[in-house]
Nanobody
Framework: QVQLVESGGGLVQAGGSLRLSCAASGRTFSSYVMGWFRQAPGKEREFLAA????????IYSDSVQGRFTIARDNAKNTVYLQMNSLKPEDTAVYYC?????????????????????WGQGTQVTVSS
């Protein structure tokens, strides 16, 4: 049974940083693309970043490019999202996913990503 468990959310002031973790278990994830999404109240779920577990290639949405970094730790079976220069508009519930993405991870093609598994989410609140 696949499990994705997020942690690391919380309250932070604008300009601050947080690191989210996603502990993955239940299968081998080497063939998967791991991703992060977020959903703010009243807004649609938004793709943020993805990493192809096997080779470590990454892709980001325009809204977080240059501020967020996705990484994975093979030994710990964990994916991270380092978030810097946080803004109040980053306030949302953040979700970890595992899925498939055919072909290379290319900009603005996140619709190719099919997240098969989702974590329960972790709240991030950025105060102004």
């Amino acid at each position: 049974q696949v499990q994705l468990v997020e942690s690391g959310g919380g309250l932070v002031q604008a300009g601050g940083s947080l690191r989210l973790s996603c502990a993955a278990s239940g299968r081998t994830f080497s063939s998967y693309v791991m991703g992060w999404f977020r959903q703010a109240p009243g807004k649609e779920r938004e793709f943020l970043a993805a990493i192809r577990w096997s080779i470590g290639s990454t892709i980001y949405s325009d809204s977080v490019q240059g501020r967020f970094t996705i990484a994975r730790d093979n030994a710990k079976n964990t994916v991270y999202l380092q978030m810097n220069s946080l803004k109040p508009e980053d306030t949302a519930v953040y979700y970890c996913t595992a899925g498939t993405w055919p072909g290379a991870l290319l900009p603005r093609q996140s619709t190719k990503y099919n997240p098969n598994y989702w974590g329960q989410g972790t709240q991030v609140t950025v105060s102004s």
